[in-house]
């Protein structure tokens, strides 16, 4: 009879132990970049290359990895909706490019980066009882050490008008983070136009009160400063033009621009990863 329970206890042991080892996303990474298109279009493998040249500094292991996701227009409502029209940015098909988001470093799917989320086993987070970050999270699908937020663009005229609902943003995005996860929220690069430019700062300050105000672990990194807005803004060779020499994408820097902007931010970022990664 012992020996039964004993048998028994091993098999549920490595059940558990293999059931487990499938919960975890393949390819999760130890820093885990989530946010919008600007990931898709430049920013994510910029990220991949600064990230692996810091690691072994500011608190990130020497052999740490990194993995990012950058879906089309998304922002903290879509990775924290729970109804189907909430989640339609994270988990509806492209109409047209049936692919909606960029995956890069241990996400990577080769030469081409796109993806659809809600397919392949490394993109499921369109499950209908929770939202796409809780999905991220969930049952130790993706557990990272840490986990960066970049994104601004399609909450930037719902920030900049409306102090409330940064907050109601804010308190979304904890609500869905377990407490103990370390965590960055970074807002994205500035583009090229003056007056989207201006609206972003405003956006940029509502939301960044709005974590301060909330008590959120997260630390906030501003992605729009004196010197990336200088780099950027008015500056057509850090974003794709036409043959004419026209900007034809206002809001997506080169892979090129994005490296210059991460340069200029890797100290901000430095400082913002030892905070959130402590010694010991």
């Known amino acids: 009879m012992r020996l039964s329970i004993l048998l028994l206890a091993g098999c549920l042991a490595a059940s558990v132990g293999l059931h487990s080892a499938r919960a975890e996303a393949p390819g999760a990474p130890d820093v885990l970049i989530l946010g919008d298109s600007q990931l898709t279009f430049g920013a994510g493998k910029a990220f991949v290359a600064l990230l692996s040249d810091m690691a072994g500094s500011c608190g990130l292991p020497p052999d740490a990895t990194t993995g990012v996701i950058g879906v089309r227009s ?33 996400l990577s799917q080769g030469e081409n980066p796109y993806v659809q989320i809600g397919r392949g086993s490394q993109f499921q ?4 009882d929770r939202s796409p970050l809780n999905a991220v999270l969930a049952d130790g699908y993706y557990s990272p050490r840490l986990l960066i937020f970049f994104m601004m663009g399609n909450a930037a005229d719902r920030w900049a008008g409306s102090t409330m609902a940064a907050s109601q943003d804010v308190a979304a995005l904890m609500a869905d983070l377990p407490p103990d996860q370390p965590c960055i929220f970074m807002t994205s690069a500035p583009p090229y136009g003056e007056k989207v430019v201006r609206l972003r700062q405003r956006a940029q300050d509502n939301i960044e009160q709005a974590f301060a105000a909330s008590g959120s672990h997260c630390s906030f990194v501003r992605g729009l400063t004196p010197e990336t807005i200088r780099e950027n803004m008015g500056n057509p060779a850090n974003f794709r033009r036409k043959s004419s020499g026209q900007v034809k994408d206002p809001f997506h820097p080169t892979e090129t621009a994005a490296r210059r902007f991460l340069a200029l931010q890797r100290k901000a970022l430095c400082q ?9």
């Open 272 to 280: 913002a990863i030892a905070r959130q990664l402590p010694p010991g």
């Open 125 to 128: 987070f369109c499950r209908p």
């Open 74 to 106: 998304s922002a903290i409502t879509s990775w924290t909706g729970r109804t189907k029209r909430a989640k339609s940015a994270i988990c509806d098909v492209d109409p047209t490019w049936k692919v909606n988001a960029g995956a890069y470093g241990t």
